[in-house]
């Protein structure tokens, strides 16, 4: 069904790795407010905000708990929107070169699928939260291969006439070390020009 009071509703686009999925301890947190909910990528559906969320990966013994709908509820609490559908299609353990949408067995089609389930409700994403690392971090990536894979994903949501600016976050942690090479990658892929910015960094906060 289509949403009636979109100037009120918000809708937010988290994509990344572990983090952004279901690996934040194991208890399951249930929305305050009944208006924050979530868009499930696999049916279209929007659902009650609970863990585990719906649409991101899950890894046996390190879930089911989420940051995606403590967003939510935080944002409304903060009278930011009286309704927010969060759209989860993080997957752990996912470097960022798997997210060009040219890369053999791309995972662009992850984004793409969920902008065309908003779009179905008469919807489009206000804006995009996404933030990776750790796997490159595991990879040796470069921070010149780093930077362009995140342009490449970018320069896919701009092609499908997505406007909404992209927050591009720091989880490059692996074992109590970072990795300023990774992390010099996504600064350097902070564009105007593509309108992504400067995320979340985890790395200076876990």
Not at 128 to 135: E, S, V
Not at 138 to 151: E, F, G, H
Not at 174 to 179: F, I, N, Q, R
Request: glycine share 10%; aromatic share 6%.
């Amino acid at each position: 069904s289509r949403v009636a009071d979109r100037a009120s509703t918000k809708i937010i686009i988290v994509d990344g790795q572990s983090e952004h999925a279901t690996a934040n301890g194991t208890s399951a947190y249930t929305t305050v407010s009944s208006e924050a909910q979530q868009l499930n990528i696999y049916d279209g559906g929007i659902y009650a905000g609970s863990d585990p969320v719906q649409g991101a990966s899950s890894a046996p013994g390190v879930g089911p708990s989420s940051l995606v709908m403590r967003i939510a509820d935080r944002l409304i609490a903060q009278d930011k929107a009286t309704r927010i559908i969060m759209v989860p299609i993080a997957i752990g353990g996912t470097p960022w070169a798997i997210y060009d949408p040219a890369a053999a067995g791309s995972l662009f089609t992850r984004f793409r699928c969920a902008y065309r389930r908003l779009a179905a409700h008469g919807l489009e994403p206000d804006v995009i939260i996404t933030a990776r690392g750790a796997t490159d971090n595991t990879l040796n990536t470069s921070a010149a291969s780093v930077k362009t894979s995140i342009w490449a994903w970018a320069d896919g949501v701009r092609a499908l006439g997505c406007t909404a600016p992209i927050y591009v976050g720091k989880f490059t942690m692996v074992g109590g070390s970072v990795d300023a090479t990774v992390q010099s990658g996504i600064d350097q892929a902070i564009d105007v020009g593509r309108d992504i910015r400067a995320g979340y960094d985890g790395d200076a906060s876990l």
